[in-house]
């Protein structure tokens, strides 16, 4: 007998690759994807309600249209997952909603309505270093108008965005948006005589830390610089100091929620000369409280904040910012600041880097899975208790097209259910339900067939009747949350359980 290996054979066992994912991408069961497949459903219907549309655009765009992060290098792979088409042109991954429907409005503008009202949601790309809570895939939702340059437009955005994140799951008084234009810092500056772009942006990065570091650390951060706790120093703008106190009184308002929109809007007005396009934006921040009032928008779910100054280099207008008010808490149950859940504005630029012209547009964005995780860090799982199918207890190979025949009516009912398939014992089947969330577990022994009858545990009951049993005989007597009862009652009885659990929906 020849023992030896065909010649073929390897001769040494081949690396078996490590079972890893990616780095900044995460692998996500059904709680998660529960939860933000209810937020979507949610916030779609209320952007379907005010009269937006679905669109959905590809994952990839060519690099050029998308533009953002972009640099002037061989290959535009910063910021961006990049490929070279066999035509030598770069496609990459979208980085976001908004750069996809600039290029879809340019591209199929003449047979747009305009306004065109769209709403999108799903995935998006971002090659930056992940880290914690930062991924490089997540997804978003958005809601712009394209092609109208009225206030009221983004008034109607601001009032969507609060009724959307009402639907996701916060109460009117657990998610403020914040509002300013752009046109308030251009006035300011020009006035000022400011006219350097980069000593403006030097400023509005300033401003941007007013929460954090105060009007002493701004101030330092405007003139020429200041000296952190850890020892480095920041280079300031170097404003002079007329224009400081400009500033300094511009953000008095900032933080007071006690001033009503228009009392914010007056504060802003007597903080000194904000030059011709401040007066503008003045205009139309008046003009969106007006249409806001009209809307039943409260005062304390938008509120006017000029030290809301992220995005000025994006948006051509009005920025506003959605932030969580709502007490949220890390794994160890420690009070955290969660902040910002979303964003928008108004922004005259994206088409026209297609078109040449420019045709306004006004949105609002927001991270889906970070809604969902500050929803949760709150203690408000957006999932609810969501529940695993009803799950049929396999007995014996003999009897299984009875337990085929159960699973069929229950779906047939429009009740979720399941047959076990594996080839465990009694015991492991009851755990793998409670591992499913299963309602209830139906059980048809030998005894049940022949007798005509059928054996509902209700594990939720079960679970709840167990807290007060605690001698093992007790339990097995008062056999808790279980029935014995007519097979053909079956799919009423686990409607009746079902319907009386108080499961979300």
Same mark, same amino acid.
């Given at each position: 007998m020849n023992t030896e290996a065909p010649s073929d054979a390897p001769t040494a066992e081949a690396p078996r690759p490590e079972a890893r994912g990616p780095r900044g991408f995460q692998d996500r069961r059904g709680p998660d994807l529960i939860a933000e497949r209810r937020i979507v459903e949610r916030v779609s219907a209320v952007y379907e309600r005010w009269g937006f549309e679905p669109l959905e655009t590809s994952a990839f765009e060519y690099a050029d249209a998308l533009g953002k992060f972009l640099p002037d290098a061989d290959r535009p792979n910063e910021g961006v997952f990049a490929l070279q088409?066999?035509?030598?042109?770069?496609?990459?991954?979208?980085?976001?909603?908004?750069?996809?429907?600039?290029?879809?409005?340019?591209?199929?503008?003449?047979?747009?309505?305009? /306004?065109?009202?769209?709403?999108?949601?799903? /995935?998006?790309?971002?090659?930056?270093?992940?880290?914690?809570?930062?991924?490089?895939?997540?997804?978003?939702? $958005?809601?712009?108008?394209v092609g109208s340059d009225r206030p009221e437009a983004d008034a109607e955005i601001l009032a969507l965005a609060v009724e959307g994140l009402t639907a996701a799951g916060l109460d009117r008084d657990q998610a403020q948006i914040k509002v300013s234009n752009r046109k308030l810092f251009d006035g300011l500056f020009g006035a000022g005589g400011i006219d350097d772009p980069a000593q403006r942006l030097t400023a509005l990065r300033a401003i941007d830390k007013f929460d954090r570091l105060g009007w002493e650390g701004v101030s330092?951060?405007?003139?020429?610089?200041?000296?952190?706790?850890?020892?480095?120093?920041?280079?300031?703008?170097q404003l002079p100091t007329a224009v400081i106190s400009?500033?300094?009184?511009?953000?008095?308002?900032?933080?007071?929620?006690?001033?009503?929109?228009?009392?914010?809007?007056?504060?802003?007005?007597?903080?000194?000369?904000?030059?011709?396009?401040?007066?503008e934006a003045l205009k139309e921040l008046q003009a969106i409280d007006a249409a806001l009032g009209i809307m039943g928008v409260d005062q304390t779910a938008?509120?006017? $904040?000029?030290?809301?100054?992220?995005?000025?280099?994006?948006?051509?207008?009005?920025?506003f910012?959605?932030?969580?008010?709502?007490?949220?808490?890390?794994?160890?149950?420690?009070?955290?600041?969660?902040?910002?859940?979303?964003?928008?504005?108004?922004? $005259?630029?994206?088409?026209?880097?297609?078109?040449?012209?420019?045709?306004?547009?006004?949105?609002?964005?927001?991270?889906?899975s970070r809604l969902a995780a500050a929803l949760r860090a709150s203690g408000r799982d957006p999932a609810g208790e969501a529940r695993g199918p009803v799950v049929v207890i396999a007995f014996s190979d003999a009897d299984m097209a009875h337990y085929l025949g159960a699973v069929a009516e229950l779906r047939a009912a429009g009740i979720a259910a399941e047959l076990y398939l594996g080839r465990a014992g009694m015991k492991a089947q009851m755990k793998y339900a409670d591992r499913r969330g299963a309602p209830v577990a139906v059980m048809?022994?030998?005894?049940?067939?022949?007798?005509?009858?059928?054996?509902l545990k209700d594990l939720d009951a079960g679970r709840r009747l167990s807290q007060a049993v605690s001698d093992n005989a007790e339990w097995k007597q008062a056999r808790p949350g279980q029935q014995t009862l007519p097979r053909d009652q079956m799919v009423a009885a686990i409607r009746a359980i079902l319907e009386g659990s108080s499961i979300s929906d």
């Open positions: 088409d066999d035509d030598d042109q770069w496609m990459a991954l979208r980085y976001d909603l908004t750069a996809p429907l600039a290029r879809y409005a340019a591209q199929n503008w003449e047979t747009l309505p305009k /306004p065109f009202r769209r709403y999108a949601f799903g /995935p998006v790309w971002r090659n930056e270093k992940p880290g914690p809570g930062r991924f490089r895939e997540f997804i978003q939702c $958005d809601a712009d108008t330092a951060l405007l003139g020429e610089g200041r000296l952190d706790e850890s020892g480095d120093y920041t280079k300031g703008a400009t500033v300094e009184r511009f953000l008095a308002s900032a933080g007071r929620a006690n001033l009503s929109r228009a009392d914010t809007l007056s504060a802003v007005a007597g903080a000194g000369d904000l030059g011709a396009a401040g007066e938008v509120r006017f $904040d000029p030290t809301v100054v992220r995005g000025l280099e994006y948006y051509t207008g009005v920025v910012e959605a932030e969580l008010l709502l007490p949220t808490t890390d794994e160890k149950g420690r009070p955290v600041r969660f902040g910002s859940i979303g964003g928008g504005g108004h922004y $005259d630029d994206l088409v026209a880097r297609f078109t040449g012209q420019s045709v306004p547009a006004t949105g609002f964005s927001f991270g889906v048809l022994g030998g005894d049940e067939i022949a007798a005509g009858t059928v054996t």
